[in-house]
Each structure stands twice: as C-alpha cells, then as structure tokens.
C-alpha cells in the first residue's frame, strides 16, 4: 500500500508542473487574444501610413500621378534649397525658445499651485483655460491682439507712452517670431504646468520636513528634492512637447503662414506648401524629415529612463 501511495503521489507531483505550464500557455494565448485587436489598429493606423509616407517620399509622385522611385533625389533638391535651411534654423529656434520658456515657466507655477495658497483649486482650474481653448480660435485670438490695427498691445504700447505709431508685429522679419513663440507659450503651458504638478503630488511631505529642519532654504529644496523627483516627467513632457512643438501647423499658419520673408517658416507649414503645388513626393520628404531626429530623441529618453530605474 505504501507503494501504491508514493506512486500516486508521484504522479500528482509530476502532473502539477505540465498543469501549470498548460495554464501559463492558456494566459499567454488569451493576452495575445486580447491585445491583437489593438495591435492591427495600431499597424493599420500608425505603422502603415509611416511607412507609405517614407516610401513617397522616395518618389517623384504629384496629384494625379504614381510617380516613380527617385531615391533620395527629393531630400537632395531640399537640402540645396534656401528655404529648406531656413525652415531648420527656424524650427529649432522655435523649438528651443518655446521648450525653454515653458520648462521656466512651468515649474514655477507648479511649484507655486503646490503651496497651499488661497484660492488653489481656483488657480488650478485657470489655468487649464488656455489648453481646453480649440488651437483654432486660440491662434486667433492672438493674432488680432498682435493686429497693427485694433489690436490689444498696440493700443497698450500707444497708451502708455511706449511707442509713437502702430506696430505691425507679424510682418515684421524681427518681430514675427517672438510673436509666435508668445501664442505658443500660452497655448501650450498649461500641459507643462499640470504635468509637473502631478509629479510633484507624489513626493513624500516629510522629505521637505526633513530638508527644512536641517536648515535647507527654500531654492536648496526645489534643486535637490523637487527637480530630481519628477526628472522622469521633465523629461517625458519634454519630448512630447518638442514633437508637437515641431509638428505644429495651427500657430505659424494662422498667425504668419510663415512669413515674412520665410521668417517664421517650418516644416509643417513648408510641407503644405508642397501639397498647394501638388508635389507629394517633395512635401513627404519634408514631413520624413524630421522622423530620425524623433526617433533618436525618443531612444535617448528611454534608454535614460530604463537605465534610472
């Protein structure tokens, strides 16, 4: 009887592995299940138009026309053109300006709606105004403020004594771009501002307690505790920002449509100029253009973020 006993057990104890493996297979089986929905939306909508606008962007092809493959012809004709190498100095002007300006901004307010002031949940609410705002109307709204004529800052500046005559600033070479970069502050603080602020909701109070009684001040405090707690955020919202920073069309077409004199010209509002005059192929390699500069930063990222944890 002992026998038959250790031989049953034996069997249970080899059959217990084969039924866990078998129920690990069923799991995996059923996320593969789960996730394939998911997973042909994102080739169908994401993956394949990448790769056929890479691909056009290889051809010579115009409304109405296949075109043919061309390699790299379409990149050659855009870097030997002027407006091509303006469109990068000024993309990266307006990223850098408006990225620095923002993480300034940003973190300050943060930490200020993180101090228990009066009215917080008033202030907080604020402002997320600029950010539900419809890019449209907000762009708008700007560019009437902005306005030679009838426009807020003009009769501002004349008012108090500031300046003797209107001031055109959208068709100003010099003027221009800061214009923008304003509208474009405005328009997009507010994702920086709640994005640190909910970082910051996660680090521990008695860690400024700590730092406090230990004599810190104040700056000590937001250096070594604030800013490396949410490094992660700064970091991610940082990337994300720059894409839509570099991808914006609303803010440059509607304020400048990139003058004047390509003052304030980018590479969605060059791309579209390619599509008026029907050259797709031209105007994809414009838009592929930046995807190598996204996809490094975007490794870097996460290679830093992998490597932090």
């Known amino acids: 009887m002992a026998s038959t006993g250790n031989t049953v057990g034996g069997?249970?104890?080899t059959r217990q592995p084969l039924i866990r493996q078998n129920l690990r297979q069923s799991e995996s089986l059923l996320g593969y299940f789960l996730v394939a929905p998911l997973m042909v939306c994102l080739l169908l909508l994401i993956v394949y138009p990448i790769i056929f606008a890479i691909y056009i962007s290889f051809t010579d092809r115009m409304v109405g026309s296949e075109g043919q493959f061309i390699g790299l012809q379409n990149y050659a004709n855009l870097i030997r053109?002027?407006?091509f190498q303006t469109t990068?100095?000024?993309?990266?002007?307006l990223v850098f300006w408006i990225q620095s300006i923002k993480l300034v901004l940003g973190l300050g307010i943060a930490v200020l709606l993180n101090q228990n002031i009066r009215f917080r949940q008033f202030w907080r609410s604020l402002i997320v105004l600029p950010y539900a705002m419809p890019a449209f109307v907000a762009f708008i709204v700007w560019k009437l403020l902005f306005a030679p004529q009838g426009g807020a800052?003009?009769?501002?500046?004349?008012?108090?004594g500031l300046v003797q005559t209107h001031i055109d600033f959208l068709s100003s070479k010099e003027l221009a771009m800061p214009s923008v970069i304003v509208a474009s502050v405005w328009r997009g603080l507010p994702f920086w501002v709640i994005s640190f602020l909910a970082g910051m909701q996660n680090?521990?109070?008695e860690w400024y307690e700590a730092a406090a009684i230990d004599g810190a001040s104040a700056w000590q405090r937001f250096r070594h505790i604030t800013v490396p707690s949410i490094r992660h955020v700064i970091l991610v919202v940082m990337l994300i920002s720059t894409i839509w920073t570099t991808n914006s069309f609303e803010a440059v077409w509607l304020m400048t449509g990139g003058g004047p004199s390509n003052a304030t010209m980018t590479f969605p509002v060059l791309a579209y100029y390619g599509l008026q005059s029907l050259r797709i192929g031209e105007s994809a390699a414009v838009a592929v253009s930046m995807l190598p500069v996204f996809a490094v930063l975007a490794l870097l990222v996460a290679t830093y973020l992998q490597r932090d944890n």
């Not at 990068?88 to 002007?93: D, E, G, K, Q």
């Open 153 to 160: 800052f003009n009769y501002i500046l004349i008012n108090l």
């Open 81 to 83: 053109q002027p407006a």
């Open 88 to 93: 990068v100095f000024n993309t990266a002007a």
């Open 203 to 205: 680090i521990p109070a």
């Open 11 to 13: 069997l249970k104890a």
